[in-house]
């Protein structure tokens, strides 16, 4: 069996992420952050979903990137919108997926695994830069670049299996590998109970993918 | 005054690195790492240097790379090498300058900074691969993608103003700058009180360096 680390939040598409990389074979090794976020009850979520799925292993490393700020979702100051807003929210975290991506390849340079899955998005999505195709390809030529393992001939593919895909398909896809979205949290400001506001960005892309894929939203609601 | 981050580790080469930034006319941010190194005296050391440059800003990011293992500097069950090896030296940490960049490139763009410096060198090196040029240039690429600031038309520059240098070079260009390298600290297994082993290779490196520029050495021997 291959090895593969998944980047792994807790929210819906990181656990279908995981569902899909376990369904293809993969060893799975898991990969979450303490990262200052306001909705740290999602890491509960992201052990709950680990252990459902079997993963090899689960981390959660700690990085404060409250540390840096400049985001709603580390910074308490900053208020998580509770409506739409224009261009890219400021729920947007500077350079969380390069970071939480580098800390994956590192992990990943450990276990001689080269597959790494992250659960980005470019269709039914906030406009993060680090969600794009093109992000993703330049990460993978800098992982090959980076490392010993890249140096003596190991090619790093960074999986995205939900890239192109709606909301309401990632969803059915994940209900055809037995996931159950009961366990995920994907609400910003979700409370100590791991319930979501239901207005957050992120919780509107959520509700309209149920509502689109016509099955039950099976959310836990404030 | 342009704002710049500059990764400092507390060793040789970071410190000039910083003392190049101060002399171009950077309003310097200084960033280092708490990452479960087991010379965890050279935060001391990068501490009390960007003390000395008047820095605007020191961070010290907790990030315990230990969790992952690998290297001979997080897995203390590795022994550092006390003699040169062949190939890239189990010395090596799976993806570090990937990971300290990212963080850096962060908080650069908090900042609303685009010029980050970090003291890679490809000559007096010990073959690591996250220092030579072709992947800081792949890094600068992914810094344009990744971020907010680049998608709205900032273009990142990672600075690396000692990669082509000798290690004499370095030294020479630091005591132009009126740094004293009596601050730094460069060993991998430097004691409680700071004192160099002489032996790794980061010592070995160090000191040829210092016999080179034909100036006296001013490090703590064990």
């Known amino acids: 069996m291959r090895k593969a680390v998944i980047l792994l939040s807790g929210g819906l598409d990181s656990a279908t ?31 709950q979903i680990a252990k459902q799925f079997g993963v090899s292993a689960h981390k959660t490393i700690p990085l404060d990137l409250g540390n840096i700020g400049g985001s709603a979702l580390t910074d308490l100051s900053i208020q998580v919108p509770q409506e739409p807003t224009e261009g890219i929210p400021v729920t947007y975290v500077p350079a969380r997926n390069t970071i939480f991506l580098s800390v994956a390849l590192g992990w990943a340079e450990v276990l001689k695994a080269t597959d790494i899955f992250i659960g980005v998005n470019a269709v039914d999505y906030s406009g993060y830069p680090d969600c794009r195709p093109e992000f ?7 992982a090959n670049l980076a490392t010993k393992a890249g140096v003596e001939g190991a090619r790093y593919k960074i999986h995205t299996p939900l890239i192109d895909l709606s ?29 979501a506001c239901g ?17 039950a939203d099976p959310t836990h609601y404030q």
Chains 1, 2 share one sequence.
């Open 17 to 47: 992420t995981l569902a899909i990389a376990k369904d293809a074979g993969y060893d799975c090794h898991a990969l979450s952050f303490r990262y200052g976020q306001r909705h740290a009850s999602e890491l509960v979520a992201a052990s």
């Open 167 to 195: 909301k309401a398909d990632i969803i059915r896809k994940g209900l055809n590998l037995n996931l159950d979205y009961s366990l995920t949290l994907s609400c910003y400001t979700a409370d100590d109970q791991g319930r």
């Open 136 to 142: 993703i390809t330049a990460f993978s030529l800098l």
């Open 199 to 215: 207005k957050c960005d992120s919780c509107r892309l959520r509700r309209e993918g149920f509502e689109a894929a016509e099955v």
